[in-house]
């Protein structure tokens, strides 16, 4: 199948084959033709998946159709708008949307926090057809009548889960209260949780489920290995391992702020060009150090899973969990950012003795035991009985989620609303999910 087939216009097919992209995702195949048609659509899509392009392309296609009626009189209006949790993901989007719209006269903004309020307005006082926002910066926009979303007609929130997570549930709510009644809305999201259905329920119109996270073109060709180690000597394996094996672009995840600034320090300071990343560091420097590391200035990217939700990186080829996260979705949306596109990735984590009971959700989570290798020098103090779990040391720490909850939280939508005895979502494309 090809772009072709999707029914999209050719200038659209243009830009996406210009890019380099002959055949469509699964999620774009599975997504395209039903956005098309005008539902409603429930996506289960991680990072990598292709998951943009599957939105943008259409609203591309339904904004620049000129059978469409648009607005009658007056200035032009925004007429989509694609809500996300973080700006840097909100400038994929709209660099996305601006490849891909190259042959048509569409205009994108994006209005993100953290950057300055006057070039935002001066932008939305021309004309924007489609605009990308993270949630909060929209409601202060709104606030000062800097914005008009009367002429809203298709609504996306990408990346719903991680909006939840970081808790944007009433801005999201109010924002929906200020669009038209008459709108296509597309939700997006790589799990399915029990809020997420709620707010499913509270959106969407007769939904369409879509669920398609890998296909063969961007199936991840993932390699998970786990190094177990000391908890005092994490950070010299860390090194080690990078030096040893030459590893360049890579991108390693701690639990916090201070973590992360602590580690780039260290491994900066090891003569490893390193930087962080994270939600104290101004816009610019977050901006600034992606860019430094896409352009391979700086060989480490030390990141907080929020601000690196989203990254696209193409060929990342090293993920390193310097800490284990506290879910086991995060870890699949850490590993998202490796293995993309057909590439191969490395997705690698560092394992101390009291992170058993998250090692095993993770792998309970990605339906894989994940091989470990102990590095030479780093063999830690009791590795006899490393993978034993010790239930009555080990409670699980606040916010982590157990084996049971995991599980729920990684129902899809259908079988949970059977489960409940409910009606399941009109389903025109249901496929199991795959594992990782
Ligand atoms: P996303 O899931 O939207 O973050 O996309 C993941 C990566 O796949 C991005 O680098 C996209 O540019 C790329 N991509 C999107 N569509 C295709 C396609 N049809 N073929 C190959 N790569 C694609």
């Known amino acids: 199948m090809s772009f072709v087939d999707l029914g999209l216009s050719q200038p659209i097919i243009n830009a996406v084959n210009e890019k380099g992209y002959n055949e469509p995702t699964r999620i774009q195949k599975e997504a395209i033709p039903v956005i098309l048609e005008g539902h409603d659509v429930l996506a289960g899509a991680q990072t ?101 979303l009367t002429g809203i007609q298709i609504l996306v929130l990408d990346e719903a889960d991680r909006m939840l997570d970081m808790g944007f549930i009433a801005n999201i709510k109010k924002i929906m209260a200020l669009l038209p009644k008459n709108r296509q809305n597309l939700l997006f999201s790589a799990t399915f949780s029990a809020e997420i259905k709620k707010l499913a329920d509270g959106l969407l119109n007769n939904p369409r489920l879509i669920e398609a996270e890998s296909n063969n073109s961007t199936a991840p060709l993932i390699t998970h ?99 284990l996260p506290n879910v086991p979705e995060d870890y699949v949306h850490r590993i998202g950012r490796t293995g993309r596109a057909g590439k191969e990735g490395f997705a690698v984590s560092l394992v101390i003795k009291d992170d058993l009971r998250l090692l095993l959700d ?51 939508p259908n079988h949970k609303a059977r489960a409940e005895g409910k009606k399941p979502y009109s389903s025109k494309t249901f496929t199991k999910k795959k594992p990782v």
């Not at 809500?83 to 840097?88: A, F, K, S, Y």
């Not at 989007?93 to 307005?121: F, H, P």
């Not at 977050?286 to 700086?298: C, G, N, P, V, W």
């Not at 030479?376 to 009555?392: C, H, I, M, S, W």
């Open 48 to 148: 990598g998946s292709g998951k943009t392009a599957s939105f943008v392309l259409p609203i591309l296609h339904m904004l620049s159709d000129k059978s469409v009626k648009g607005p009658s009189s007056g200035r032009p209006k925004i007429r989509a708008l694609i809500l996300v949790p973080t700006r840097e993901l909100a400038n994929q989007v709209r660099d996305n949307v601006e490849i891909y719209s190259k042959n048509l006269t569409l205009t994108c903004t994006e209005i993100i926090g953290g950057v300055g309020m006057k070039a935002q307005v001066n932008r939305l006082r021309s004309r924007v057809d489609i605009l990308v926002a993270t949630p909060g910066r929209l409601l202060d926009h709104v606030a000062q009548g800097t914005i008009d």
């Open 362 to 412: 993770i792998e309970h989570k990605i339906q894989q035991k994940i091989d470990e290798e102990v590095v030479e020098g780093f063999k830690p103090t009791d590795y006899a009985n490393f993978r034993v779990l010790n239930k009555a040391k080990k409670k699980p720490t606040q916010g982590q989620v157990k084996t049971s909850a995991t599980k729920t939280n990684a129902v899809s």
């Open 225 to 323: 290995k786990i190094y177990p180690v000391d908890v005092e000597k994490k950070r010299d394996l860390l090194k080690h391992l990078i030096v040893m094996n030459n590893w360049q672009q890579v991108l390693v995840f701690t639990k916090t702020k201070h973590g992360a600034d602590k580690l780039a320090y260290f491994l900066e300071k090891n003569g490893i060009p390193s930087a962080a990343l994270h939600g104290n560091k101004s816009q610019n420097v977050r901006t600034r150090t992606l860019s430094d590391f896409k352009e391979s200035k700086i060989q480490v990217m030390v990141a907080t899973d929020i601000a690196a939700r989203g990254i696209d990186i193409i060929d990342l080829p090293y993920v390193v969990n310097f800490d």
